[in-house]
């Protein structure tokens, strides 16, 4: 052995096998320490007269899982991933990859680059780097055409999904799925079988790629097209691939590298690797470090309409026992069929057994009308009708039977929390837990955090978001918390784009171009029109302020019982069996008719315009919200918006998109809007602050 012994990868040989050990916990990552110990074995494995084929083993729970993550962004320092899988290409010596665990990006690279690969039965592969705006620069686009041929290729890279150790000797990814009890016999048994049988060298960059037929690609690209929304990274991966189809390996390694670092000058890939960190980021909080949480294995469900069916359903599938209040037999036996119903869609959709389904309906779930069943619980999640008062008399109720050190937790979107725990004798016990709907699919979970709330109280919050696969974030009391809040106020200058001249149709058309699944009016037709309604009712109840800009076409809409898509028309109109909905003419008739009473000239609104005017006023109040401190940090606010509102990933999150195009810019179109608006557009002073000694909300987030 001629590796340093503070080297991750070490060498040895066995009789005519050398077998080459990785060791770099907890994943193995190709980090610089990596390749540099990988390029001296092989160039000891090249040179040796003894060893006639190498076996690559990594020690722990995973094969190369791919790079090291604390390198991304800095400039990769030699050996090259590329090089030096070329180079283990051409080795002629056959190389062996032991695949176990999960074998990612450049992991699977590597092994795509060996000349035989096995499997362990449980192992997973996959390419996921479109996710992070970029495509596999190492080969892979290259090499697993090669394997697998054209679709699975395009597949497996343009979606990153995982592939397992079966599905991948179908493609032909690897070449056998062993039996052996370990890596290291599995390997040196199928070292031994490749020797034996005289196979010798095999290179993937000398195979033929299978499985190009006519127009593939081009129906990959349109597909992708509308399913991607503008992100550059499935396309690049698409053209990757038909370089492998037309090229030699030499030339489509070279376009690959093209593509590669077109995708790392953009400012998607900055966005995406931004998204990738926080959302790993966002639980970690100081005040939470060796806080334990209370236990979460018997919740109580107060209401159980769509929120509290969706919350128990959560809950149920990760295996919490849930007790559901409703306020007689009818509404309990209703909501008894909603989560059957969201359970069987789960069985459906391959998440699920039946058999599970049926144990939990018959022995975890139990619909209730007696709220003295909630004595025992661990926690309770009120989730009834958005009313203040009914949720105060509900509190009452909690106090007085739930046992001592049980959460008390309430689904308000925007109601005063701190008012709620005063109703009761234990408010440190109280809080927030804001679940957006569909709530067993949405990722996003609000831990909102009242004035008197215990830390414990807080770290159980964040530890049934992880129960539940979801991403939780911190928020403070205020109307609306982060995400309605921003909401609020994005939709407010949207609004007031369309009583100055933009239509509603054109500001979703230019926001969905953007990246959203659908514009600010079409979520208002899915969510239901009267919601809005009763926002606008509640606000001018309590008095708007002086300045605000109030409007009532989409109130006379509603009056007309037009509440969007459950029925039939709202801004779009929808029929049955359609998908979509088309531009309802009255909505255009309606706010003609507003201007016109309002003395409004209309103006026409370039589609750069709408998007200024509306990420202006998604960051203005996002930085607002960090000054209060409701949320803690920009990427509070960014994970927030990514992972509850639809905000287009590879844009990062609202904050992060202000950074990239530059506070100073953003800051310049506030004050140039708030000439006509200065109550609506005042600039935040963080960003005045910020701008002002040449920082960014980055530098908040470290």
């Given at each position: 052995m001629n590796t340093s012994p503070l080297s991750p990868v070490s060498y040895e040989t066995r009789d005519d096998i050398a077998l080459i050990r990785v060791n770099n916990p907890p994943v193995n990552a190709l980090s610089h320490a990596v390749r540099v110990g990988l390029a001296d074995a092989f160039d000891q494995f090249d040179k040796s007269a003894d060893a006639k084929i190498a076996v690559i083993l990594c020690e722990g729970r995973t094969f190369f899982a791919g790079a090291?993550?604390?390198?991304?962004?800095?400039?990769?320092?030699?050996?090259?991933?590329?090089?030096?899988?070329?180079?283990?290409?051409?080795l002629d010596k056959p190389v062996v990859s032991v695949l176990h665990g999960t074998a990612l990006g450049g992991g699977l690279e590597f092994a795509l680059a060996t000349h035989w690969r096995i499997a362990m039965p449980g192992a997973k592969v996959g390419l996921p780097e479109v996710h992070l705006g970029i495509l596999p620069g190492a080969g892979g686009t290259q090499r697993l055409p090669r394997l697998a041929g054209v679709e699975k290729a395009l597949d497996m890279i343009t979606s990153g999904r995982h592939v397992g150790a079966a599905e991948a000797l179908e493609a032909g990814i690897v070449d056998e799925i062993s039996d052996a009890a370990d890596i290291e016999t599995a390997g040196m048994d199928f070292a031994r079988k490749i020797l034996d049988q005289n196979k010798g060298v095999r290179r993937t960059g000398d195979l033929t790629v299978a499985g190009v037929s006519d127009g593939i690609f081009d129906e990959w690209r349109s597909k992708l097209s509308r399913k991607t929304r503008g992100q550059l990274s499935p396309l690049h991966c698409i053209e990757a691939v038909r370089a492998a189809s037309e090229l030699p390996i030499i030339e489509g390694l070279k376009r690959e590298g093209e593509l590669f670092k077109e995708l790392m000058a953009s400012s998607q890939r900055e966005g995406l690797i931004h998204a990738f960190f926080i959302?790993?980021?966002?639980?970690?909080?100081?005040?939470?470090?060796?806080?334990?949480p209370r236990p979460t294995d018997h919740i109580g469900i107060i209401g159980g309409g769509t929120m509290g069916a969706g919350i128990a359903t959560a809950c149920l599938l990760s295996g919490v026992s849930i007790t559901l209040v409703e306020r007689d037999e009818a509404a309990a036996d209703k909501a008894q069929d909603t989560i059957a119903g969201y359970l069987a869609a789960s069985v459906k959709r391959g998440k699920l057994t039946a058999e599970k389904r049926s144990a939990i309906l018959d022995g975890a779930l139990n619909c209730v009308t007696d709220y003295s069943a909630l004595s025992d619980v661990d926690m309770v999640i009120e989730a009834v009708f958005e009313n203040m008062e009914v949720k105060k008399e509900v509190f009452a109720k909690l106090d007085a039977l739930c046992k001592p050190g049980a959460v008390l937790a309430t689904n308000t979107s925007y109601l005063d929390i701190n008012e709620i725990a005063a109703v009761t004798s234990r408010p440190a016990d109280v809080i927030g837990l804001h679940f957006f709907s569909p709530a067993h699919v949405m990722k996003l979970l609000e831990v909102v955090v009242p004035d008197a709330t215990a830390p414990e109280v807080v770290?159980?919050?964040?530890?049934?978001?992880?129960?539940?696969?979801?991403?939780?974030?911190?928020?403070?009391?205020?109307?609306?918390?982060?995400?309605?809040?921003?909401?609020?106020?994005?939709r407010t200058a949207a609004?007031?784009?369309?009583?100055?001249?933009?239509?509603?149709?054109?500001?979703?058309?230019?926001?969905?171009?953007?990246?959203?699944?659908?514009?600010?009016?079409?979520?208002?037709?899915?969510?239901?029109?009267?919601?809005?309604?009763?926002?606008?009712?509640?606000?001018?109840?309590?008095?708007?302020?002086?300045s605000a800009?109030?409007?009532?076409?989409?109130?006379?809409?509603?009056?007309?019982?037009?509440?969007?898509?459950?029925?039939?028309?709202?801004?779009y109109v929808y029929e049955k069996g359609k998908r979509g909905g088309t531009p309802n003419p009255q909505v255009l008739e309606l706010i003609e008719a507003e201007r016109a009473e309002k003395g409004i000239t209309p103006r026409d609104f370039t589609d750069a315009e709408i998007i200024r005017r509306y990420m202006g006023a998604m960051v203005n109040e996002s930085a607002n919200i960090v000054a209060e401190g409701i949320a803690r940090r920009p990427l509070d606010v960014d994970m927030t918006l990514l992972a509850g509102y639809g905000f287009p990933r590879y844009h990062g999150g609202p904050m992060k998109y202000a950074d990239i195009q530059g506070l100073a810019s953003?800051?310049?179109?506030?004050?140039?809007?708030?000439?006509?608006?200065?109550?609506?557009?005042?600039?935040?002073?963080?960003?005045?602050?910020?701008?002002?000694?040449?920082?960014?909300?980055?530098?908040?987030?470290r």
């Open positions: 090291d993550i604390k390198e991304f962004g800095k400039p990769i320092a030699e050996p090259w991933l590329p090089e030096q899988f070329s180079r283990i290409e051409a959302e790993r980021q966002v639980g970690k909080l100081p005040e939470l470090a060796g806080v334990a770290a159980t919050g964040f530890a049934l978001a992880k129960r539940l696969r979801k991403i939780a974030v911190r928020a403070g009391v205020c109307d609306g918390f982060i995400g309605n809040r921003i909401l609020a106020k994005y609004d007031h784009m369309v009583l100055d001249g933009a239509s509603p149709f054109q500001i979703d058309k230019v926001l969905t171009a953007f990246g959203f699944a659908m514009g600010p009016y079409e979520v208002a037709d899915l969510a239901g029109l009267d919601i809005g309604w009763a926002t606008r009712k509640r606000k001018r109840a309590e008095g708007m302020h002086p800009r109030d409007f009532t076409y989409a109130d006379k809409l509603c009056e007309s019982g037009h509440f969007g898509q459950k029925t039939g028309a709202g801004y953003i800051l310049a179109d506030l004050e140039e809007f708030a000439q006509t608006d200065a109550w609506f557009w005042e600039p935040a002073q963080l960003i005045k602050d910020l701008v002002a000694r040449g920082d960014d909300f980055a530098s908040l987030n």
